[in-house]
């Protein structure tokens, strides 16, 4: 009984000692938290589908227009650490994430205000009007493009950061609320798509249509004008509705957020432990940076050119045409959507996926596999299309491309909906596993996966610098860029399957239990 009383006695003085646990927010703030997200993405996926094509409108070649693409790897990797460093150890009465998500909504409104008034800008600023090159409007999109990118960017880490901090540590309302942040991508990437893909939008705002801006520059126009008032209403809801305490340097230091480069003040130390981290990875994280690498190398070139493709190569159009081309990228548009249905329901299949192939490698590998296979497959629906188009005469002796065959159109759209399944691995896997291996060797989270996004960043900047060159070395056109991708994929795939290191995920169970039992 003494013995008893005792451990009794020892238990409730150590639990007198623990500090007093914080209130539980209630659900419904991270919900509007995690909304941001579509907002987020509903802009995200209107780059990936219109962009591309508009700044050709412009004027720039296509061996040219990649590079303006390097601007989100570079601003992911530069402007995601630094803001979420600084967000870290900000001490506004505001709170640490509600300045940063409020500065970078507004930085997204401008920058969709100089991207869709680009080409009036031009013309009023002196630029000729048809297909010829726009060099004023060119340098307006330019601008307007890095600052949207940097917004996104500067938006996104703040957002999870925020989830985190309302989830106060308990690990499975943080795999809920970052559950509900992919969700909510999900989201804006359909209602993105959907936008991308109705061609009658611009009639909402008739004010869009102008002189330097046809039927495509106004549906893009009026496209980024629901972006930016979805966006924003968001923002306002979840920054209003949703507050946080004002942080000190002294309560920052007694709850462990303020980040130790910080006290010391050197330098910018987020960026510096990102790159000293890399001295001690262990072997099967240097393994997931190779598999991760490769596999970005893949996506990257579709993930650029895929309603590019649509308009050119499966429909048969040329940039500057109101007719074929932007019906194509349209149908790209439309493919993207339903690609990101699939994603979403093939996300919450990946754990019993996994399951029932014998581990996430194995299921990484497997997938990397089909997506080598549907990125060849865009040679064969191109020489399809090539081979089955119809042509019309008209009675000027001008011969004009029809739309591609029923056939192609939905092996096309097929194409888009089934890669849909192996980027459901990719956005959940690979985090997972760089999860599971920094637990097991003792290492940070936050900066493991810091260290992972550089292999995702990289061969981003690399395609994009390259790819556009690549693809004119071989007489222009996407398919060499993405034979390049599906080499690469193959590549993965067996990396994965071979060399990359099974995880055990006892070590993270143990950890995992004790943190849900403290």
């Known amino acids: 009984m003494e013995a008893g009383g005792g451990v009794k006695n020892v238990v409730t003085y150590l639990q007198l000692q623990q500090p007093p646990a914080p209130p539980r927010e209630p659900q419904w703030k991270i919900i509007m938290v995690a909304s941001i997200a579509a907002g987020v993405q509903f802009g995200w996926a209107l780059q990936l589908s219109l962009l591309t094509p508009y700044v050709q409108l412009l004027g720039i070649p296509h061996k040219w227009s990649a590079f303006i693409w390097l601007c989100g790897p570079v601003s992911g990797m530069l402007v995601q650490p630094v803001v979420g460093y600084y967000s870290d150890n900000c001490y506004s009465r505001f709170g640490r994430r509600r300045p940063f998500i409020a500065a970078g909504s507004a930085l997204v409104a401008i920058a969709v205000f100089l991207i869709g008034f680009a080409a009036d800008f031009g013309h009023a600023s002196g630029d000729p009007l048809g297909n010829s090159f726009k060099p004023r409007a060119i340098a307006v999109f330019v601008v307007g493009f890095w600052i949207l990118d940097v917004a996104n960017n500067m938006l996104q880490g703040p957002c999870r950061a925020f989830l985190a901090d309302l989830s106060g540590g308990n690990a499975r309302r943080m795999a809920m609320a970052n559950a509900l942040f992919s969700f909510f991508m999900a989201v804006g990437n359909v209602l993105g798509y959907a936008a991308g893909s109705y061609t009658h939008l611009y009639k909402i705002f008739p004010f869009s249509k102008t002189k330097a801006c046809d039927v495509y520059c106004a549906n893009l126009k009026s496209c980024f004008f629901l972006s930016i008032a979805l966006l924003i209403t968001l923002a306002i809801l979840a920054l209003t509705m949703v507050h946080e305490k004002a942080t000190t340097p002294s309560t920052a230091e007694q709850t462990g957020d303020e980040v130790e480069g910080g006290k010391k003040g050197g330098g910018v130390p987020v960026l510096g432990e990102l790159f000293a981290a890399l001295k001690d990875l262990p072997r099967p994280m240097w393994i ?224 995992t239990s004790s943190v849900q039992s403290y």
Request: contains cysteine.
């Open 288 to 511: 997931l940076l190779l598999v991760t690498c490769l596999n970005w190398i893949a996506w990257f070139p579709f993930l650029l050119f895929d309603t590019d493709w649509m308009g050119k190569e499966v429909y048969g159009g040329k940039v500057g045409d109101s007719g074929l081309y932007d019906l194509g990228v349209r149908t790209g548009a439309l493919g993207l959507m339903l690609n990101s249905v699939v994603l979403g329901f093939a996300s919450l299949g990946v754990e019993f996926l996994g399951r029932r192939l014998g581990g996430a490698k194995r299921l990484w590998g497997i997938v990397n596999f089909l997506l080598a296979l549907c990125l060849a497959m865009t040679v064969l629906i191109t020489k399809l299309a090539e081979s089955t188009r119809r042509h019309i005469v008209t009675s000027s002796g001008v011969t004009t491309p029809l739309k591609p065959v029923a056939g192609v159109k939905v092996g096309a759209l097929t194409l888009f909906a089934v890669l849909g399944i192996p980027q459901a691995v990719t956005f959940s896997i690979p985090f997972a596993l760089a999860s599971i291996f920094s637990s097991k060797h003792g290492a940070g989270q936050g900066l493991s996966l810091g260290v992972l996004n550089l292999a995702i960043v990289i061969p981003q900047m690399v395609v994009s610098v390259l790819s556009g060159p690549w693809d004119e070395w071989f007489g222009g056109g996407n398919l060499p860029a993405f034979i390049v991708g599906a080499v690469a994929a193959a590549a993965s795939g067996i990396v994965a399957l071979t060399i990359l290191p099974s995880p055990d995920i006892s070590s993270v169970k143990t950890i």
